[in-house]
């Protein structure tokens, strides 16, 4: 299995990127996504996560309101939709995947995933 993340870039406080997530290696739609993120200096945090069967999402407070996770399950991608992006969004964004449909309870730890993509970075300033 193998995760391919990219769309990050530069962009103003207040503008808006799309994020992309595209799995490969993998037969089903039964699998999780997640999106973590990690700053310069700081812990890793997960950021949002979409299941595979009931397609269930959620987000970290920090971006509630502000971003969007979707997938597109004919082309193996998910997506995630960040706008109103302030400053402290500045991290290097990563996906990764787990197997199955994902206890709430869990998504939002990064040892409940076993497949990781390389980041993308994505860069909030005036």
């Known amino acids: 299995v193998q995760l391919q993340a990219c769309g990050g870039g530069w962009v103003q406080p207040g503008g808006s990127l799309r994020l992309s997530c595209e799995t490969s290696?993998?037969?089903?739609?039964?699998?999780?996504i997640g999106w973590f993120r990690q700053a310069p200096g700081k812990e890793r945090e997960a950021v949002s996560y979409i299941r595979g069967g009931d397609r269930k999402t959620n987000y970290a407070d920090s971006v509630k309101g502000r971003f969007t996770i979707s997938r597109d399950n004919a082309k193996n991608t998910v997506y995630l939709q960040m706008s109103r992006l302030k400053v402290e969004d500045t991290a290097v964004y990563s996906c990764?995947?787990?197997?199955?449909?994902?206890?709430?309870?869990?998504?939002?730890?990064?040892?409940?995933?076993?497949?990781w993509g390389q980041g993308t970075l994505v860069t909030v300033s005036s």
């Open positions: 290696g993998i037969s089903s739609d039964s699998y999780t």
């Open positions: 990764a995947l787990r197997r199955g449909n994902i206890i709430s309870g869990l998504a939002f730890s990064p040892s409940s995933y076993t497949y």
